[in-house]
């Protein structure tokens, strides 16, 4: 089946430094992938839309130059998470859909990368 | 997309059926009614989905009602890797995103 690979999946770091997130597609291309946020014990958040070849879609009140998303080909959507600091702590999430058949076919997700900002 | 209600939590016994309702009232023609888990520190796994008609694949049934308000996801013989929370997303055809609610937290016990 469908399957989509997130790398890392798991980081510690120091506050004030950049990490990059890949999300990567393995048997499909992916014109759209999302991006999501879990902090504990809630649910996921969706932060962005990633359009291959185009700007991403931002959700209300995600800053979108703290969190810029590069999704530069069908297979790999990147999202970097500048000068990150302890509150930017969390699971962020990867999915992509098949391109065709719109709303009737799943999203996958990747297994997500745990953040640690130190 | 048409928002859903869960319960915040079950359990369920190892080996009996488990069935998750799921309340979306507010349902439009052409929104699909999918199914997710998400089990400790992992990303969502897909489960199943359908439009009108119930599904059923190697994993769950979906059973919706007639009138589209409400769906039932059915694990017929539950097992202790089933314990996840389980989320229940109404999507349109045209829309690109997933959003997910609160879910419901189900316990499979020995």
């Known amino acids: 089946g469908a399957v989509v690979s997130q790398h890392p999946s798991w980081v510690i770091c120091k506050s004030g430094t950049s990490v990059k997130i890949e999300c990567r597609s393995l048997d499909f291309q992916a014109t759209t992938m999302f991006w999501y946020r879990q902090f504990p014990k809630q649910s996921l958040m969706l932060m962005a839309t990633s359009n291959e070849g185009s700007k991403a879609t931002y959700e209300q009140g995600v800053e979108k130059d703290k969190f810029l998303i590069n999704h530069a080909s069908l297979t790999l959507s990147t999202l970097t998470v500048t000068s990150a600091h302890p509150e930017d702590s969390s699971f962020y999430i990867c999915s992509a859909r098949a391109p065709r058949g719109g709303g009737s076919q799943p999203q996958h997700f990747g297994d997500g990368t745990r953040l640690s900002i130190l | 997309d048409a928002k859903t209600t869960q319960p915040p939590s079950m359990d369920c016994a190892e080996g009996r059926a488990a069935n998750l309702p799921c309340n979306h009232s507010?349902?439009?023609?052409?929104?699909?009614v999918y199914w997710y888990r998400q089990i400790h520190s992992q990303g969502p796994q897909y489960i199943i989905h359908g439009l009108k008609n119930n599904e059923t694949n190697e994993m769950a049934s979906l059973i919706i009602t007639e009138d589209r308000k409400s769906s039932t996801l059915i694990l017929p013989h539950a097992t202790l890797r089933d314990t996840a929370v389980y989320y229940c997303?109404?999507?349109?055809?045209?829309?690109?995103?997933?959003?997910f609610g609160a879910g419901t937290r189900l316990t499979v016990k020995p």
């Open positions: 997303i109404v999507r349109g055809y045209n829309n690109n995103d997933m959003r």
């Open positions: 507010t349902i439009s023609g052409n929104e699909y």
